[in-house]
């Protein structure tokens, strides 16, 4: 279980307040996979990093009784000058799992070919998702952060990753961003919406596609 408990967090961009969440409080429950729906910039992505424990809200806490991954699909916890065997190694390390069995699941999983032994600043965007996703599908967490992974790769490597991210949720829970509806229906069975720093939780994925949907039609005018 994760609560959100009078999480704020406000930032500048260019001299401009940004304010990604105001006093929220949220409770995601044990095991359920959650679609986290809002507009481009509403601060999906900072949200993440926030529960991730990447990024130190402005006020409030994050409080969790399981362990997290950092957010999938956001490649900043990856060193750019290490390779990306590297990388794997130093958290199979932090996280005290079998370097050599790690290593080899997350270079069949994220096919980077002879990348995997190249610098992370030398890939894509979409090969370090790739390893991201790798990484932390290799590892047992309670709740998954997952940032857009299924956008990275071609129509097989995303099946591959929808494959791997179900059997994961047999034991687990995830926080799901994905600009597809359709994803959002496939992969998640609640839902919660940020829109202007607030946070509405639904039990049903479709409520919280509803309420997305309604944000983002065109406003009348009168």
């Known amino acids: ?35 986290l729906l809002g507009r481009n910039g509403a601060g999906k992505s900072t949200l993440l990093k926030v529960i991730a424990g990447t990024s130190a809200p402005t006020s409030g806490e994050v409080l969790s009784d399981g362990n997290i991954s950092f957010p999938v699909g956001l490649a900043s916890a990856m060193h750019p000058d290490m390779t990306g065997a590297q990388n794997t190694r130093f958290v199979a390390r932090i996280y005290a799992a079998d370097t050599r069995e790690m290593i080899r699941f997350v270079a069949n ?27 932390n599908m290799a590892l047992q967490f309670d709740t998954y952060l997952i940032d857009e992974i299924t956008a990275a790769g071609d129509a ?18 995830a926080i799901f961003v994905s600009h597809s509806m359709g994803a959002m229906r496939d992969m998640c069975e609640a839902g919660a919406v940020l829109e202007d720093g607030q946070l509405t939780y639904y039990d049903d994925i479709e409520e919280a596609i509803a309420h997305h949907e309604q944000n983002m039609a065109p406003r009348r005018r009168a």
Not at 113 to 127: A, D, I, K, Q, W
């Open 109 to 135: 999983f994220a096919e980077l070919g002879e990348h995997f032994h190249l610098p992370v600043r030398t890939y894509s965007s979409g090969m370090r998702s790739r390893l991201s996703f790798g990484i």
């Open 1 to 35: 279980m994760i609560v959100l408990r009078d999480l704020t967090k406000v930032f500048e961009i260019n001299g401009t307040t940004k304010v990604v969440a105001d006093r929220i409080n949220a409770v995601f429950p044990t095991g359920v996979s959650v679609g």
């Open 156 to 173: 097989a490597f995303r099946s591959k990753s929808t494959r791997v991210f179900r059997d994961r949720m047999r034991n687990a829970g």
